[in-house]
């Protein structure tokens, strides 16, 4: 159980243009979602905290209006990436908050060229 | 400000011989944590956990300690194995800033096991 299924696992996209990542939990509901992201030989940063049905919360330095997070319903979360830009080449994982732990998605490698 | 420090960057262990991963915290409020395994370009995997009620969770091969009073918690693995090799996160959760789901994550350790 508690599983989570992120989408894509990689994308490549060109600068300017807008990404959306997907996370899913397969098997349990999760009100609460979470987007990090990870530089190369770096920590996971805590990028937003995603509640269904209402505006994430965004931690400091994270641009919101950059990193547009939407939690429409208990089992989806979705990171779209506006204007991406080279410098926002990074993996990116999401992870939700099961019952007794958090379980994490597999993570989405992007790369703007 | 890191909160979640895990001071050696790298390990390397014989297999069969046991691992011992180190992980210290700095922040009172936090009161659960974790150890994931990560392999590149792959979602962390969660491990083992421990509240900070306990002061040893034991499942399987792996074993966690957490010392409240030094703010230091260990991952101990025995026997290691190859397949172990990964990078392991000490996170924990808990403090100020709201939702206590949030997890604050070290830096990583790279846990090598030869064969």
């Known amino acids: 159980g508690a599983v989570v299924s992120q989408h894509p696992s990689r994308v490549i996209c060109k600068s300017g243009t807008s990404v959306k990542i997907e996370c899913r939990s397969l098997?349990?509901?999760?009100?609460?979602m979470f987007w990090y992201r990870q530089f190369p030989k770096q920590s996971l940063m805590l990028m937003a905290t995603?509640?269904?049905?209402?505006?994430?919360?965004?931690e400091q330095g994270v641009e919101k209006d950059k990193f547009l997070i939407n939690h429409a319903s208990l089992t989806l979360s979705t990171l779209t990436v506006t204007s991406a830009h080279p410098e926002d080449s990074s993996f990116y994982i999401c992870?939700?908050?099961?019952?007794?732990?958090?379980?994490f998605g597999s993570g989405t490698r992007l790369t703007v060229v | 400000d890191q909160q979640v420090k895990q001071n050696s960057p790298s390990l390397s262990v014989q297999e069969g011989r046991i691992s011992i991963l180190n992980c210290d915290y700095t922040?009172?409020?936090?009161?659960?944590f974790l150890w994931y395994k990560k392999y590149p370009a792959e979602g962390p995997t969660f491990l083992i956990s421990i509240s900070s009620i306990k002061d040893k969770n034991e499942d399987g091969r792996f074993t966690v300690f957490l010392n409240k009073s030094a703010k230091h918690l260990s991952l101990h693995i025995v026997p290691s194995q190859p397949g172990d090799s990964a990078v392991y996160f000490c996170?924990?959760?808990?403090?100020?800033?709201?939702?206590?789901?949030?997890?604050?994550f070290g830096k990583g350790t790279l846990l090598t096991v030869n064969p």
């Open positions: 992870s939700a908050r099961g019952i007794v732990w958090t379980t």
């Open positions: 098997d349990f509901q999760a009100t609460t």
């Open positions: 922040n009172s409020m936090f009161d659960y």
């Open positions: 995603s509640n269904e049905g209402s505006k994430a919360t965004y």
């Open positions: 996170a924990a959760s808990g403090g100020s800033g709201g939702s206590n789901y949030k997890l604050t």
